[in-house]
C-alpha cells in the first residue's frame, strides 16, 4: 500500500472519528454578522466558542450559523480585536460590532523558550504565519522565506528537487564554519516539520534575542512552532498539482547555423570545408532542450483537530511529489504529525508531540548531464538513426553510420541515462514529551524531552553498458549509508508576577543532550551489466567508516522587566559545553541584553494623533558557532596503509587543543511605528563583529598538510533594514495591502593572522581575503576589453607606480582585486487584495550589488578556442558584439582558435543584481450559501505561479547563485547550474 492510499483511508477516518465526536442533541440555531466597529465592514475567521463546547468562525461576509443550548454564552475572539461575550438567552438571531483592541497589545510572539507581547519585545525579531509561508510551491521552508524579510538573504541558485536554500541572517561572518541559522521546532532545538504543518515561523536577527541559544546561533535562530489543538473541531483537505519547467534566462546554446558561421572564421576555407559538410547546416539537435522537460509537481495534505474531553489533537498527513525539470530528476517526501495535550490535573499538563518524515531523491546521475545539456555540439544527434533508440558513444565516430562524432565528450547522456543513475532515500523520527506544571498562578515548571532518529542511503551506478568520463572506469558503484540518534532535556522553572506597576518574568533552566553518529562508503568497480551490488564487484576500493559520540550541556536564565508597559528590559546569560572542543576551551558564556521605550505611551503623547504606536528599541550580546566536525581539536589518523604486513597508521590531520568557541558580538538599534493609518515601519541598524573566527588556515605543503583549523581572525557586518507595510484601501468588500523590505548589509574582513591568503579552487578563479575587504572578494586578472585595430584581448597591467596600461599577453597581466560575490542589498515586496470572495496576492524579491562569476562562459564564451564545445549565443539583449575589423568597437574579440580570450579573468564577472517575481496566486472563496449546502466550513480554489519572470542583465539562465564555497567552487559562482523552474499549480483547500 502506498503513501497516498494510506492517506485517503487515514483521511475518511478522521472525517468518521469528527462526526462522532461532534454528534450529540443540540438546542437551538444560532446565526448573525459579525462587523469592525470602524467601519462596518465584515470580519471574516472570528472564532465562536460556546461555553457547552464546539465552535465556528465567520466566513468571508463576516456570517456564521452555530448550534448550540438557550441557555449557552458565545464568545467572540478575533486577533486585534477585544473579545465579546453575549448570552444566548434563546436568540435565534446575534449580531456583533467588534472593536480593535487599543493597545495592540496582547498579540503574542513564540520565541522558543519564552513567549512576549510584540509590544514588549526589545529585539529584532519577524513573525510570519504558515498562510503567509506556503504560497510558495516548494517542499523547503527556506525557500517560502525568500524575500519576506529584511535582513536575511535567502538565495535558491538550484532547481534540483528537494534542494534546500541558503539562508543568512545579517550576513556573513564565518569563513570555514558553517553559517547556517539554528532551527528551534517547538521550543526545542533542531527538529523535523512540514511547512504545511507550521502556525507560526519567527526569525531572531539579534544577539539580545538569540543569546539564549548560545551554542550554534551566531547564525540567527528561526523559530518555528507547528499547528496545536484548537477548541473547535476541524478537517482541512489541501491538493495542487501543476507543471514546472527551467528558466533559460538570457543564454542560449548556439544552433548549427549560428556555429557554424563562427568557426568559418577560424580556419581557411579548404580546412573548414574538410571538418564541416555543407549537410551540417541542416542538421542541428538542441541538447538544452531534450534535456529539460516539462516537470510534474503535487502535494496531499489532510489534517484534523480538535478536543475530546480533557485531551486536545492535531494530526496530519502529507505527500508531496516533484519530478524535475532535468530528465531523470525526482524528489518526494510522506510526513505525519501528532500533536496532543491532555491536563491530568487542574494544573498539570503533558503534551506529546511526533512528526515523521520520509524521502526519496534522484539526482543527475553524473556532472556530465548538465555539462552535456549546456555544450554539446548541435552537429550530434544522440539518437540511433537506423532505430531511433540513444546511441552508444564510446568514440569519435558514430556506431550507427561510422560518421564523426564531433563533440569533444565522447559519450552520450541520453544513452547513459538509460542505466546509470544517482538515488538516495532517508528517514526522519522526532519525538518529544512535555510536562507543565503550575506550581503556583506565578510559577510554572516545564521538562521536555526529545529523541530523534535518521538515517540516510545514497548509491551512484554506473552501468559497464555506458560510456562515461574515464577515470570512472567500466562500471562503477558508489555506497553511502548513515545514521544519526539522539537525545536532549530542556528543564526550565519560569516566573512571571506583577507588583503593581511592574511587571517581572524570568526562566532559569538546564538542557543536556547527546548523539550517535555512524557512518560508510564503499566503492566497487568492475560489475556485471545491470549488478547493482558491491557483492558483484571483484574490486573494492575507497571503503571508509567512522563511528562517534557527541555530548552537549548548557544551562540558561533570562529576566524581564516590564514597567507602566513603557519601558521594558530583557537580561539573559547562557553556558555551553561541546564535545566538538578541546576539553579546556570547549565552555562558552553568552549574555544578551536589550531595552525598549514604548514612547507612545507615555502621556506627551497622547496629543499627537498621528501615531498609534511608536516604539524604540536596543540590544547587545554574544553568540557562539559551533558548527564544525567533531574532534578537529584532536590528533587524526587513517588505517589505511600497511608496513610488514602489519595495519599502519597515517596522520592525516594535526591537533589543536586550544581550538574553541567561534563568537559573535551583535549590537543592534531600532524604531517601529504605526500611523493612525496603520501604516507600520520598522528601521534597524546593527553590527555585529565574529571574532575568533574557526578557520582553515592554509599551512606550507612541507608540513605534510594544507590547512591547520585554528581560532583566528574577525569578520565585521554592519548594516540598515528597512520594513514598510500598510492597508492601501480598506473597504466593506474590497482591501488592498502592500508592504516593501530591504536590508543593506556591510561586510569586511577585519584581522587575519598572516593578513591575508586566497581562497582557489582547480579551475583557477579566486577570492582573497584580507583584511579591509569583503570576505568574498573576486581576485583575478582585470578585463580591458578589445582592441580595436586587430581583435585581441586586452587585460590590465598595474605598473609600480600605479600606472595603468593593457596587455595582450595574458600572463603579464596584474592580478587585482574585482568586486564582491556579497550582495549589498537585498529585500522584497507583495501585495495583496480581496474583492468579495476573490483574492490575489504577488510577492517578489531582489538582489544588488554583487558580482557572479559566470564560469560556464569560458568553456562556452572562450571566442572559439575550443571547437570541440558548443558556444554560447551572444545574441541575448546586452547589446554584446563580436570583432570582426579594424576599428570594430566590439564586446568580443575576434574568433581565435588559439587565443586566449577563454583564460579566467573579471571578463567573466557580471552583475548578479536581479528582481524576480516570485508568487502570482489568484483565487476564490466559496461562498458560505455553497459550502453549507455541502456540509463544509470554507473551501478555495486557487492558481499559483512560481518564478514568473527575472529583471536581470545576467548572461546565464539564472543569476541566483550561492554564497557558500565547495571543494569544486567558489561562493558566488554559476557553473552550468541546474536552473530554477517557472511553474503553474492549481490547487483545493476545504475545511469541515
Not at 491536563?343 to 552535456?372: C, H, P, W
Not at 542505466?419 to 523520527?429: K, L, P, S, T, V
Request: charge should be neutral.
Amino acid at each position: 500500500m502506498n503513501f497516498k492510499t494510506v492517506l485517503k483511508a487515514v483521511s475518511v477516518m478522521l472525517i468518521l472519528s469528527l462526526t462522532a465526536l461532534t454528534a450529540g442533541a443540540q438546542t437551538i440555531t444560532v446565526k448573525g454578522t459579525v462587523t469592525d466597529a470602524a467601519d462596518g465592514s465584515p470580519l471574516m475567521g472570528v472564532a465562536i466558542a460556546c461555553s457547552a463546547g464546539g465552535g465556528t468562525i465567520t466566513d468571508l461576509d463576516g456570517k456564521y450559523t452555530i448550534q448550540v443550548p438557550s441557555n449557552s454564552t458565545l464568545t467572540f475572539s478575533c486577533l486585534s480585536y477585544k473579545d465579546v461575550v453575549e448570552s444566548v438567552a434563546g436568540r435565534a438571531v446575534i449580531d456583533v460590532v467588534m472593536s480593535e483592541d487599543a493597545q495592540l497589545l496582547e498579540e503574542v510572539v513564540v520565541l522558543g523558550y519564552t513567549t512576549q507581547k510584540k509590544n514588549e519585545l526589545s529585539s529584532s525579531v519577524v513573525t510570519m504565519s504558515g498562510e503567509e509561508l506556503t504560497n510558495i510551491t516548494t517542499p523547503d521552508v527556506g525557500n517560502m522565506l525568500q524575500g519576506k524579510a529584511a535582513g536575511v538573504l535567502v538565495l535558491n541558485a538550484s532547481g534540483q528537487p528537494g534542494d534546500a536554500a541558503q539562508i543568512r541572517i545579517r550576513g556573513t561572518g564565518s569563513i570555514s564554519a558553517s553559517a547556517d541559522p539554528l532551527y528551534v521546532v517547538d521550543g526545542v532545538a533542531g527538529g523535523s516539520f512540514n511547512p504545511n504543518d507550521v502556525e507560526t515561523i519567527t526569525i531572531l536577527k539579534d544577539a539580545s534575542a538569540t543569546a539564549l541559544y548560545g551554542a550554534s546561533a551566531a547564525g540567527g535562530v528561526i523559530v518555528v512552532t507547528t499547528k496545536q489543538a484548537k477548541d473547535v473541531s476541524e478537517v482541512n483537505f489541501k491538493v495542487n498539482g501543476g507543471i514546472k519547467k527551467a528558466l533559460s534566462g538570457r543564454f542560449r546554446p548556439m544552433n548549427s547555423k549560428e556555429l557554424l558561421s563562427v568557426l568559418k572564421k577560424a580556419y581557411s576555407s579548404t580546412v573548414f570545408n574538410a571538418l564541416y559538410p555543407k549537410e551540417l547546416k541542416n542538421q542541428s539537435f538542441d541538447w538544452m532542450n531534450a534535456s529539460f522537460r516539462t516537470g510534474i509537481v503535487q502535494d496531499y495534505y489532510a489534517s484534523a483537530s480538535g478536543r475530546s474531553g480533557k485531551t486536545s489533537y492535531f494530526v496530519s498527513m502529507d505527500y508531496y511529489d516533484e519530478a524535475g525539470s532535468l530528465i531523470n530528476t525526482h524528489f518526494n517526501r510522506g510526513s505525519a504529525r501528532v500533536n496532543l495535550s491532555t491536563a491530568l490535573f487542574d494544573n498539570v499538563t503533558v503534551n506529546f508531540r511526533a512528526a515523521y518524515n520520509k524521502t526519496k531523491e534522484q539526482g543527475t546521475s553524473s556532472y556530465v548531464t548538465l555539462e552535456s545539456a549546456y555544450y554539446m555540439l548541435p552537429f550530434d544527434n544522440p539518437y540511433d538513426v537506423n532505430t531511433g533508440e540513444p546511441l552508444l558513444v564510446d568514440s569519435g565516430s558514430r556506431s550507427d553510420n561510422g560518421k564523426d562524432w564531433y563533440s569533444g565528450n565522447r559519450y552520450n547522456i541520453f544513452h547513459n541515462e538509460l542505466y546509470n543513475y544517482a538515488i538516495g532515500h532517508g528517514e526522519n523520527i522526532t519525538a518529544d514529551f512535555s510536562l507543565n506544571w503550575n506550581i503556583t498562578d506565578w510559577l510554572i515548571f516545564t521538562s521536555t524531552t526529545r529523541y530523534d532518529s535518521s538515517n540516510s542511503f545514497w548509491e551512484e551506478y554506473y552501468d559497464p553498458r555506458t560510456n562515461i568520463p574515464s577515470y570512472y572506469g567500466k562500471g562503477r558503484l558508489y555506497n553511502s549509508n548513515s545514521s544519526w540518534s539522539g537525545f536532549g532535556t530542556t528543564n526550565l522553572l519560569k516566573f512571571i508576577k506583577q507588583f503593581g506597576d511592574h511587571n517581572i518574568s524570568a526562566i532559569a533552566g538546564i538542557e543536556y543532550g547527546g548523539g550517535f553518529t555512524r557512518a560508510n562508503t564503499a566503492t566497487g568497480t568492475g560489475m556485471p551489466a545491470g549488478q547493482a551490488s558491491l557483492s558483484a564487484c571483484p574490486t573494492i576500493t575507497d571503503v571508509t567508516g567512522y563511528r562517534y559520540q557527541s555530548r552537549s550541556w548548557a544551562w540558561l536564565a533570562q529576566a524581564q522587566w516590564a514597567y507602566l508597559g513603557k519601558y521594558v528590559v530583557t537580561a539573559s546569560i547562557r553556558y555551553d559545553e561541546t564535545s566538538r572542543f578541546a576539553p579546556k576551551t570547549r565552555g562558552g558564556y553568552f549574555p544578551g541584553v536589550s531595552g525598549a521605550w514604548i514612547v507612545s505611551q507615555e502621556d506627551f503623547m497622547s496629543e499627537v494623533e498621528a501615531l498609534k504606536f511608536l516604539k524604540l528599541r536596543a540590544g547587545y550580546g554574544k553568540t557562539g558557532n559551533n558548527n564544525i566536525q567533531e574532534f578537529l581539536y584532536q590528533d587524526a589518523y587513517e588505517l589505511s596503509k600497511t608496513y610488514g604486513g602489519n595495519v599502519g597508521a597515517v596522520m592525516v590531520r594535526q591537533s589543536n587543543p586550544n581550538l574553541g568557541w567561534e563568537e559573535a558580538y551583535m549590537s543592534s538599534l531600532g524604531i517601529e511605528l504605526t500611523t493612525k493609518h496603520d501604516i507600520n515601519i520598522g528601521i534597524d541598524l546593527y553590527h555585529t563583529l565574529n571574532t575568533n573566527l574557526l578557520l582553515d588556515v592554509p599551512v606550507p605543503p612541507s608540513t605534510g598538510f594544507t590547512a591547520y583549523t585554528q581560532n583566528v581572525g574577525k569578520i565585521r557586518n554592519m548594516g540598515v533594514e528597512f520594513v514598510i507595510d500598510a492597508p492601501i484601501i480598506k473597504t466593506k468588500d474590497f482591501r488592498w495591502d502592500a508592504g516593501f523590505n530591504v536590508g543593506l548589509n556591510k561586510n569586511e574582513v577585519v584581522y587575519l593572522p598572516n593578513g591575508d591568503f586566497l581562497q582557489k579552487v582547480s579551475s583557477g578563479e579566486a577570492q582573497q581575503v584580507k583584511v579591509g575587504q569583503d570576505l568574498y572578494t573576486w581576485y583575478m586578472k582585470k578585463w580591458a576589453g578589445v582592441d580595436p585595430a586587430n581583435g585581441d584581448p586586452l587585460w590590465e597591467v598595474v605598473g609600480d607606480d600605479g600606472k595603468i596600461t593593457t596587455t595582450n599577453d595574458y600572463a603579464a597581466a596584474t592580478m587585482q582585486t574585482c568586486g564582491s560575490a556579497s550582495p549589498l542589498l537585498s529585500g522584497g515586496l507583495n501585495t495583496s487584495l480581496s474583492w468579495k470572495g476573490f483574492f490575489l496576492s504577488a510577492n517578489g524579491s531582489f538582489i544588488y550589488g554583487n558580482k557572479v562569476f559566470n564560469s560556464t562562459r569560458t568553456s562556452m564564451d572562450n571566442d572559439g578556442s575550443d571547437a570541440t564545445h558548443n558556444l554560447m549565443s551572444i545574441d541575448n539583449g546586452l547589446g554584446w558584439s563580436r570583432w570582426n575589423k579594424a576599428g570594430d568597437k566590439a564586446t568580443h574579440p575576434r574568433i581565435d582558435l588559439g587565443g586566449k580570450g577563454g583564460q579566467i579573468s573579471s571578463r567573466f564577472l557580471e552583475d548578479g543584481s536581479f528582481f524576480r517575481l516570485r508568487n502570482v496566486t489568484l483565487g476564490y472563496n466559496l461562498p458560505k450559501s455553497l459550502t453549507e449546502k455541502i456540509k463544509m466550513k470554507a473551501a478555495k480554489v486557487y492558481v499559483s505561479a512560481d518564478n514568473i519572470f527575472t529583471l536581470s542583465k545576467f548572461s546565464g539562465m539564472d543569476p541566483e547563485v550561492q554564497l557558500e564555497g565547495s571543494d569544486w567552487q567558489l561562493a558566488g559562482t554559476y557553473s552550468m547550474n541546474y536552473p530554477v523552474p517557472f511553474s503553474v499549480v492549481a490547487g483545493i483547500d476545504i475545511k469541515f
